[in-house]
């Protein structure tokens, strides 16, 4: 059974020669679900697989071979696969060839929750101090939130107990060929963003066809060495009630260090197009550094590589997730 105890707790407290009855005490505990473990060690091989194709630079042999390798993978685990390949226009007039990777899980089900992350990487490391031309491996930005996601597929497919609920998986590309900071670019009309294309054209373009979902959750940057993720602003004006679902749950299960219930301002990220063009509420979980702010020093930098990746953070995250879903009604 995949609820293994229900339990409700109702204490009356009378007094013997009293008629009138004091107010009942009633005490609900939570039921208790038995959630498939989150393996860590597998979601850090799944980050260095991706680093080891080399940067992920849409247009490019890696690109080419991470997009075969995240469709295997899928498809190994016994999800439905859709392809969206579309093209795109970057901000320095580039072309590029895009391929947003869609796995369905259990799709009969009717009610459906998105998770989703980007698995391209930035062409520049355009923050790096010194190599601001340089590409970079993109362990935590891109491979981190993906190999968590492909752990989950895993787990979905060798777990006896299915979860309640549908579950969808979408990896965004082309989210990281923003702008370049002192590079000219053209302008684009307003509510469209140089960043986060995959999402913007899938919101527009949805598939499957007119598809909704419960909710969703975006993995960004979720990998590093004593990461935290504070409650981003999009997130709480979209989706409240799922920032507190997904923030409670972490806390719950003693994840607190790592999902801090502290407010911080918004970014643009591919949530914000889930929810304003694609109408499904969405959340991001994303690394906020206390006085640097969001992602961290090495945020577009060669030093996002293996060296900064934590399986302890990739557990964090994975295992709050798979909560999430199992004790998702």
Same mark, same amino acid.
């Given at each position: ?167 969808? #998986?979408?990896?965004? /590309? ?6 370049? &900071? *002192?590079?000219?670019?053209?302008? +684009?009309?307003?509510? $469209? ?59 719950? #299960?003693?994840?607190? /260090? ?6 911080? &301002? *918004?970014?643009?990220?591919?949530? +914000?197009?889930?929810? $304003? ?53």
């Amino acid at each position: 059974m995949r609820i293994r105890l229900v339990l409700i707790v109702v204490v009356i407290v009378a007094a013997a020669c009293n008629s009138k009855k004091p107010p009942v005490e009633e005490k609900i505990v939570e039921r208790i679900i038995a959630v498939p473990p989150f393996n860590a060690d597998s979601a850090y091989q799944f980050v260095r697989k991706q680093v080891d194709f080399g940067p992920r630079v849409p247009n490019s042999a890696a690109h080419q071979k991470t997009a075969m390798y995240l469709i295997d993978q899928f498809k190994k685990n016994g999800a439905q696969v859709l392809v969206q390949e579309f093209d795109a226009v970057t901000f320095d007039q580039q072309k590029l060839h895009l391929k947003n990777i869609i796995a369905r899980f259990y799709p009969e089900k009717q009610k459906r929750v998105l998770l989703a992350a980007h698995w391209d990487t930035r062409p520049f490391a355009d923050k790096d101090p010194i190599k601001k031309d340089a590409p970079f491996d993109g362990a935590n930005d891109g491979a981190s939130g993906v190999a968590v996601l492909l752990e989950m597929a895993r787990v979905f497919h060798q777990t006896k107990e299915a979860p309640a609920i549908g579950v969808d #998986i979408i990896l965004f /590309d082309g989210e990281d060929w923003g702008e370049k &900071e *002192g590079t000219a670019h053209s302008n +684009l009309p307003e509510g $469209q963003s140089w960043w986060c294309l995959g999402s913007q054209y899938w919101a527009k373009n949805k598939l499957p066809k007119n598809y909704m979902a419960h909710y969703g959750i975006l993995l960004d940057m979720v990998g590093s060495r004593r990461a935290q993720f504070f409650r981003e602003e999009v997130s709480l004006q979209f989706a409240p009630q799922i920032v507190a679902k997904v923030w409670d749950r972490a806390a719950k #299960i003693g994840y607190s /260090d790592y999902f801090v219930k502290q407010n911080v &301002e *918004g970014i643009t990220d591919d949530h +914000l197009f889930v929810n $304003q063009l694609g109408k499904i509420p969405m959340i991001d979980i994303v690394h906020y550094q206390a006085g640097i702010g969001f992602f961290g020093d090495y945020h577009h930098a060669t030093k996002d590589n293996m060296n900064i990746i934590s399986k302890e953070t990739l557990g964090a995250v994975g295992n709050t997730l798979l909560n999430v879903i199992y004790y998702e009604e």
